[in-house]
């Protein structure tokens, strides 16, 4: 199945799809949803290419195993559990049935807690031993704090509640920044783990808990807890009251439309959270009813699977152009990364084509005085997405937005052209003449043709970025989908963990080196010398 679109592929290849790009093509390799426009016409996929990722998509069975999602199967088959992170923005959807039972009534009652608690936050009806509570500290790691901490920061604009901190290092250096800026007395601890075993997680809020107990008489009042595990919750002494539960059929890096999301409820309050929710129902609705030609997490990762594993970029630069999303690349690194960094199928056997892509990227236009030198005329080939927002929070400021909107269009344009030799030459006619002229002139040579995609809306607000997030989680089902893949496992990170806890020991200095390999032995001898 991979083979028709390689021979497709290796036709089109070596030309420049500049040369296709006209009005039509633009009308053609755009997508909406909404007010929400997805672009990639600067790609070389053409329509027939397009057709066959589309019989990809039939041929694995996408429409399918996206129903089967919706409808609660278990289709993480490795961890026998259902998929259903959309069932908590289900907000006027209808039953959701899970081993034949609804899981709506559970999902919009935990909703509903989580909305009294935010609003006595917020309002001061619940309070810290010295009164209204000025400061939320987040402690979670992965999932339990990527998507909060994205959101927080990319909603800024309607930050009107307390100030929301998050720590998820381990390295005490994290939480020492963090606690040195919050009175206890006044701060709230949110200890967010879907498992409540995570050792980062369960070691910070032990540091919270003590460095609260040094001023607080019942720092327990001050605690709540996130989690799929509640006796465990109850065993570290956090009230039933102030536990927000889910359950496991929500995946870690999926999560913060739940529980998970309690601080960025407390930041932006409930009303505006519900406004995230449906932003991501609306998606979901888009997801399951648009063709695929106008099917926006479709097209995305159409063009996702054509850059990987056809055309062999191993990498993808997500560059906001938006500095509200900055957080964004990070939280999509798990998101893609861990579900589907993955070289087994679902069935055992090896895949037949590359994994997921490697996801990295910063804002623009940081980015540009920084790694875009590599991406316009390094020698290998970076897929782009850009995001950018019609319009910003700062009215004031307007003639500084079109700048940053002019740099995002300018540098997709610039990706695609390029610059021929004749070009650089006639640039720098005045200032060189013969070898030297040719010299200089193929420093400022760029190749072009290199492929980028865009997507673009009115203004980052809540609902926005409920569909942005949901657009990338559909994204990446069905790339998974298409790889053959559990996108919902994460086996990968085991077994560092389990090295760590054989290594805490002997870092200690209760047990010897002995039994390690020479490299990981000398490592530990010279950070002893050293004070560890
Ligand atoms: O180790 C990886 C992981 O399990 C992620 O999938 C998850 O988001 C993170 O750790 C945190 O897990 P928990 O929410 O259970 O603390």
Same mark, same amino acid.
């Given at each position: 199945m991979w083979e028709t679109l390689r021979a497709h592929h290796a036709r089109v290849k070596?030309?420049?799809?500049e040369a296709l790009v006209d009005t039509d093509r633009a009308a053609d390799f755009s997508a909406h949803t909404g007010d929400m426009l997805f672009d990639y016409a600067k790609t070389n996929i053409d329509a027939e290419g397009r057709a066959l990722l589309f019989d990809l998509l039939d041929q694995t069975g996408v429409a399918a195993k996206r129903d089967a999602m919706f409808a609660g199967a278990p289709i993480n088959e490795t961890e026998g559990r259902a998929v259903l992170h959309t069932a908590l923005r289900n907000l006027d959807g209808g039953p959701v049935m899970v081993d034949g039972q609804d899981v709506m009534p559970d999902v919009l009652d935990t909703l509903t807690r989580m909305e009294r608690f935010a609003s006595d936050v917020r309002e001061g009806d619940f309070t810290g031993q010295g009164g209204k509570i000025t400061d939320v500290v987040n402690i979670g790691i992965g999932g339990s704090d990527l998507g909060p901490a994205m959101a927080v920061k990319a909603l800024a604009p309607y930050h009107d509640g307390p100030r929301c901190h998050f720590v998820s290092n381990v390295d005490p250096a994290d939480i020492a920044d963090v606690l040195r800026r919050c009175d206890p007395t006044t701060t709230l601890v949110i200890v967010a783990s879907?498992?409540?075993?995570?050792i980062e997680t369960m070691t910070n809020a032990r540091t919270a808990q003590a460095w609260m107990g040094e001023t607080v008489t019942d720092t327990g009042a001050q605690f709540a807890a996130l989690s799929t595990a509640e006796d465990k919750t109850a065993d570290f002494g956090i009230d039933p009251s102030r536990v927000f539960g889910f359950e496991d059929w929500v995946g870690g890096r999926y999560s913060?439309?739940?529980?998970?999301?309690l601080s960025l409820m407390i930041a932006i309050g409930p009303q505006a959270f519900r406004a995230f929710l449906r932003g991501g129902q609306a998606m979901d609705q888009h997801f399951k009813a648009a063709k695929w030609q106008e099917n926006l997490p479709v097209l995305l990762a159409i063009v996702g699977i054509w850059h990987n594993q056809i055309c062999g970029y191993a990498t993808r630069a997500v560059l906001p152009y938006d500095n509200l999303l900055s957080r964004l690349p990070a939280y999509l690194q798990q998101l893609e990364m861990e579900s +589907?960094?993955?070289?087994?199928?679902m069935d055992g056997a090896d895949l037949d084509v590359h994994s997921g892509p490697v996801v990295w990227g910063e804002p623009g236009t940081n980015g540009q005085h920084a790694f875009y030198q590599l991406i316009h005329q390094g020698t290998r080939v970076i897929p782009c997405e850009f995001l950018v927002a019609a319009r910003g929070h700062q009215d004031d400021l307007h003639h500084q937005h079109q700048l940053l909107v002019a740099n995002c269009l300018a540098q997709s344009e610039a990706l695609m052209r390029g610059r021929t030799l004749e070009e650089a030459r006639a640039k720098i006619a005045d200032k060189f003449t013969g070898d030297e002229l040719e010299r200089q002139a193929r420093h400022r040579v760029f190749e072009g043709n290199r492929p980028s995609v865009t997507i673009a809306y009115p203004q980052l607000d809540p609902f926005t970025l409920g569909r942005i997030i949901a657009l990338y989680e559909h994204r990446v089902f069905v790339a998974g989908v298409v790889l053959g893949i +559990?996108?919902?496992?994460?086996?990968?990170?085991e077994l560092g963990k389990e090295l760590a806890t054989a290594l805490q020991p002997i870092v200690e200095g209760?047990?010897?080196?002995?039994?390690?390999?020479g490299s990981t032995a000398a490592l530990v001898e010279f950070l002893k010398r050293n004070g560890v």
């Open positions: 070596d030309r420049r799809f879907k498992t409540f075993t995570t913060m439309w739940g529980p998970i999301g +589907n960094g993955k070289g087994v199928s +559990n996108s919902y496992d994460q086996w990968g990170v209760r047990e010897t080196t002995d039994g390690k390999d």
